[in-house]
């Protein structure tokens, strides 16, 4: 599975106000559930929290990649979330985040995961992906920026 075919236009969103790490958590767990009736924002919420817990999602250079298993899921969703302003993610290398991909998987994702988790962190790691991203200026060019990386990962660019 490709990480383009798990993240639609309407998931990558732009501006997000973040305030804290909890905060943008909520908000992408209250997302998700409004978005996908059989999924639980409390839940959701809940799994990428004790996920934290087990040692920050920050990757650095300003970029978080929250993950989690949920029962509820039927196949591997993402989302993007540009924000507006950094939040402190506990990264490793100390710095605020304002790029976060986020990603869910079902409970018995098997490896599936482990390779969307890789695709994602190796478009992020890109320095000139990292910076056409921050230099979009609405959703659209943020989600075509997103999906060009994808595509030349993927050798399709």
Do not use: W
Not at 65 to 71: D, F, G, K, L, S
Not at 129 to 143: E, F, G, I, N, V
């Amino acid at each position: 599975m490709n990480l383009d075919q798990i993240l639609p236009l309407e998931r990558t969103l732009y501006n997000v106000e973040g305030g804290s790490k909890k905060r943008v958590l909520e908000f992408f767990s209250s997302f998700i559930a409004q978005n996908t009736p059989s999924l639980d924002g409390q839940e959701i919420f809940s799994r990428l929290i004790s996920r934290e817990r087990l040692g920050s999602t920050g990757v650095g250079n300003g970029v978080a990649i929250p993950h989690a298993r949920n029962a509820h899921c039927r196949q591997p969703l993402a989302s993007f979330m540009r924000l507006k302003n950094p939040v402190d993610f506990d990264a490793i290398d100390g710095e605020p985040v304002d790029m976060l991909f986020v990603l869910l998987v079902p409970e018995a994702a098997e490896d599936s995961h482990l390779s969307l988790l890789a695709q994602i962190a190796e478009v992020m790691n890109n320095a000139d992906t990292r910076h056409a991203l921050r230099a979009a200026s609405d959703q659209p060019s943020l989600h075509d920026t997103l999906t060009n990386a994808i595509h030349q990962l993927s050798g399709r660019g």
